[in-house]
């Protein structure tokens, strides 16, 4: 099996060698294209004002001046002699639960990979002010080949990939692991904290408060909170149905 490893977090993240550490009880062939930098919440962007670097740090290992998605995207067509057969993107340092998978790089990488026709996995670690730090990730890193294992055996459709969030607890503490929809944060209450820097410059910083969330049953914030590990497939497909005909009927003849 091939295996490309990327994140959002960049090369230097205690995470990604924590999913090498993973992704090597299952193969030998491992190829890592990460930024070089933090890219946390770059969403899916894509760098298309300035040029693009790619740095060789060792065998099979490359850092990007750019992106999540510009990683996979040089690592698929650039760095990449084969394409891989699987995209593992992470350990991500903190939560990608409900919405704020729109933000994350860590799943965009995954997005990437499945716009690109690629088995495609994102993990995060979600973390406290209680549980945080390098032991943190003792949690993914003792139950992350139970959870990757079958989800590579696990037949997906086009165009779609798979979210998992491991909770902030001890090993020994999670009870489990939870297939789950993804649940929904209450944005319309986010903090934007207002300074001033040396100068007198007005400065803002954002998301220095917790965002509130709703724990509906059946969601990752739910299976989070419950002390499970959620795993949660999600399609590239952000076609309202339901919505297509009455609107279809506002536009016809």
């Known amino acids: ?97 409900g919405d704020d998978i729109t933000y994350s790089g860590t799943v965009s990488a995954a997005i990437e990979g499945a716009l690109a026709g690629v088995r495609a996995i994102a993990f995060s670690q979600v973390y406290t002010r209680e549980w945080n730090g390098d032991s943190a990730f003792d949690t993914a890193r003792e139950w992350g080949a139970k959870v990757l294992a079958p989800l590579l055996d696990t037949p997906l459709p086009e165009r779609t990939l798979v979210n998992v969030n491991f909770p902030p607890l001890p090993p020994a503490s999670v009870k489990g692991i939870r297939a789950v929809r993804q649940g929904f944060h209450d944005y319309s209450r986010g903090s934007v904290v207002e300074g001033r820097d040396p100068r007198g410059h007005k400065y803002y910083w954002f998301g220095l408060e917790p965002i509130e969330h709703t724990l509906d049953h059946g969601t990752d914030l739910e299976a989070i909170d419950d002390g499970y590990i959620s795993v949660t497939p999600l399609q590239l497909d952000l076609t309202h149905h339901t919505s297509l005909g009455e609107i279809a009927q506002r536009f016809a003849p």
Not at 51 to 77: A, I, M, N, Y
């Open 1 to 97: 099996m091939r295996i490309l490893l990327t994140n959002d977090d960049g090369i230097h993240a205690p995470g990604l060698a924590v999913l090498e550490a993973i992704a090597r009880q299952f193969s030998d062939d491992i190829w890592i294209c990460a930024p070089s930098e933090e890219q946390s919440g770059a969403g899916h962007s894509l760098t298309l004002n300035k040029p693009v670097r790619l740095q060789k740090h060792g065998e099979r290992r490359f850092s990007v001046t750019g992106t999540p998605t510009d990683s996979v995207t040089l690592g698929l067509r650039k760095v990449m002699d084969l394409r891989p057969d699987v995209i593992l993107s992470g350990v991500n340092h903190g939560a990608n639960l």
